[in-house]
């Protein structure tokens, strides 16, 4: 897996002040997309156990509310299997900060058992999501009013609430 950027002190993508990264490779290919230089796996660096490190390191101060995930797209099925061993160590090693992820998978459509994007990392890998924001950026619904979100067919989901009662409850309306 490569990532094209890793923010450190990041305040657009999810509450609070978060570590930011951004995998390469992304299959959607949104129409106006803010980063096509993603959608390209080859995209930017290698993803290695030094950039493991250094994102742990990066998570660890107290103000730092969390890791949030984008691209590209992490739940790209190569991405999947690159992102789980780092979401099992932030939670092992901070229980107490939240994750984001943003896809351009849907949820209920894509991301499920039997889903397009459902693979052997996508079940371990939603449990260990707090929010995920989903759906594809479609141009003719964008509107820079929205929180966290860039058109108004993206949704803000409670990924932990909506995987415990099996329907999808959003997080912000």
């Known amino acids: 897996m490569n990532y094209g950027n890793i923010k450190k002190y990041d305040i657009a993508n999810g509450e609070g002040v978060r570590v930011t990264l951004f995998v390469s490779g992304c299959t ?3 129409f106006n997309c803010f980063q096509p230089e993603t959608w390209d796996f080859d995209y930017g660096q290698p993803f290695t156990n030094d950039t493991m490190r250094e994102l742990l390191e990066a998570l660890k101060p107290d103000y730092i509310q969390g890791l949030t995930l984008l691209g590209g797209d992490p739940f790209e099925l190569s991405n999947q299997e ?8 932030v939670k092992k090693q901070y229980p107490e900060k939240d994750i984001w992820s943003y896809t351009g998978f849907i949820l209920d459509q894509d991301l499920l058992d039997g889903g397009r994007r459902h693979g052997p990392y996508t079940d371990e890998m939603l449990s260990y999501i707090d929010v995920l924001v989903d759906g594809p950026f479609i141009q003719d619904k964008k509107n820079i009013s929205l929180k966290f979100r860039g058109s108004e067919n993206q ?3 409670d990924l932990k609430k909506s995987l415990k009662e099996q329907e999808v409850i959003l997080y912000l309306d």
């Open 82 to 89: 690159g992102l789980i061993e780092l979401l099992r160590e």
């Open 28 to 30: 959607n290919h949104c």
């Open 155 to 157: 949704r803000v989901i």
